[in-house]
C-alpha cells in the first residue's frame, strides 16, 4: 500500500489525488498530505473543507508569496486549517515532496526535514494566536479611555433618538460591535465610528480609536480561524478601565444581530423587540464582562 489512510496530529495539505477504481461522491474529495515526520499521508474529506483551507491562502496568493496551507490540531481530533509564508527554499522542497508522494508514496531523507520545518512555523503561529486570544482581556488603561474609547457627543438630528434614549443618561456596558458605520463629518480622522448594542439591549454609536479597533479586528479574524467559529467583539468595562474581548456566537445569533443592524439601516430605530437569538448574545456579554 503506498499511502497510509489516517490523520495524525499536523498535517501539510499537498494536493488531491485520485486512486484507480475509487468512486467518490461529487462532494468528497481525496487529500494528500505529508506530516511532521515526513510521511505521506491521504485521507477523504469534505469538498468544501478543501475549499475552506484553500480560501486560507488568498492574501498570501495574491501578494505572490510562497505559502504552504497546513491542518493543526488544536484539540484531540479538531484540526484547523492555516496557511503560512514559507520560504523560497522550503517552497521548492515542498513541490518536490509532492512530485515523490505521487509517485512513491515517500519521500527521500534528505527532504524530511524540511516538513518538520514548515509545520514548525505553523504550529508557532497557532500558539501565538491562541495565546492572543487569551491575552485579549487586556486592559486599555484608564488614562487613554477619552482617546481609546470615547462616545461621540454630536448626532445628525435623525440619530438622536437611536443613539441617545432620552429615558437613558448613559449606557450599559458591555457593548457589543454590530457594524462599521461611514464617517460623518464630526468624526476624527482617527476615528472609526461603531453601530454598537449595549447591555440593555439599546443601540450606540461609539467612536473607536482606529489602531486599537484595527489591531483588534485583525485579532478576531486569527481567532475565529483558530476556533473554526464565528464571533464578535466586546468593549467591556472594569475597575481597570476598558478592555476589548472577544465572544464566540452561533450562526443563528449571528444572523439575529444582522437583522438588529437591518432594522437599524431601515428606519433609525428598532421597531420591534430584538429577536431571542440577539438577546442570548447580549445576556451572555453582561454576564461573562460583569
Not at 499536523?10 to 461522491?25: F, K, M, N, R, V
Not at 478576531?220 to 468593549?235: A, F, P, Y
Not at 444572523?255 to 429577536?275: H, P
Request: glycine letters at 4%.
Amino acid at each position: 500500500m503506498l499511502f497510509q489512510r489516517h490523520y495524525h496530529n499536523d498535517l501539510i495539505y499537498l494536493t488531491s489525488i485520485q486512486i484507480a477504481s475509487e468512486q467518490l461522491p461529487h462532494d468528497k474529495v481525496r487529500m494528500l498530505y505529508c506530516n511532521s515526520a515526513g510521511k505521506i499521508l491521504t485521507a477523504i474529506i469534505e469538498n468544501a473543507a478543501y475549499e475552506r483551507a484553500k480560501t486560507e491562502a488568498d492574501d498570501l496568493r495574491r501578494t505572490k508569496k510562497n505559502y504552504a496551507i497546513l491542518d493543526i490540531e488544536t484539540a484531540p481530533g479538531t484540526l484547523v486549517p492555516l496557511a503560512i509564508a514559507i520560504s523560497p527554499e522550503q517552497s521548492s522542497a515542498l513541490n518536490l515532496i509532492t512530485e515523490h508522494a505521487i509517485k512513491k508514496g515517500a519521500i527521500p531523507g534528505v527532504l524530511k526535514r524540511y516538513p518538520k520545518e514548515i509545520i514548525g512555523i505553523g504550529r508557532f503561529q497557532c500558539e501565538e494566536l491562541k495565546s492572543q486570544q487569551e491575552k485579549a482581556r487586556n486592559h486599555i488603561s484608564s488614562r487613554k479611555i477619552p482617546e481609546a474609547l470615547q462616545r461621540l457627543t454630536y448626532f445628525p438630528g435623525d440619530y438622536m433618538q437611536v443613539v441617545a434614549p432620552l429615558y437613558k443618561a448613559e449606557y450599559r456596558y458591555p457593548l457589543v460591535i454590530l457594524k462599521h458605520l461611514a464617517p460623518d463629518k464630526n468624526t476624527p480622522q482617527n476615528v472609526h465610528r461603531f453601530l454598537t448594542v449595549d447591555g440593555e439591549g439599546d443601540l450606540v454609536i461609539i467612536g473607536i480609536q482606529r489602531e486599537i479597533i484595527d489591531k483588534a479586528e485583525e485579532i478576531l479574524e486569527q481567532w475565529k480561524r483558530v476556533k473554526n467559529s464565528d464571533g464578535c467583539i466586546i468593549i467591556y468595562k472594569d475597575q481597570d478601565g476598558l478592555g476589548i474581548s472577544y465572544m464566540e456566537i452561533s450562526a443563528l445569533q449571528r444572523n439575529a444581530l444582522e437583522s438588529v443592524v437591518q432594522k437599524f439601516e431601515e428606519s433609525r430605530y428598532l421597531q420591534d423587540s430584538i429577536a431571542s437569538d440577539a438577546i442570548t448574545v447580549i445576556s451572555r456579554a453582561t454576564n461573562y464582562f460583569q
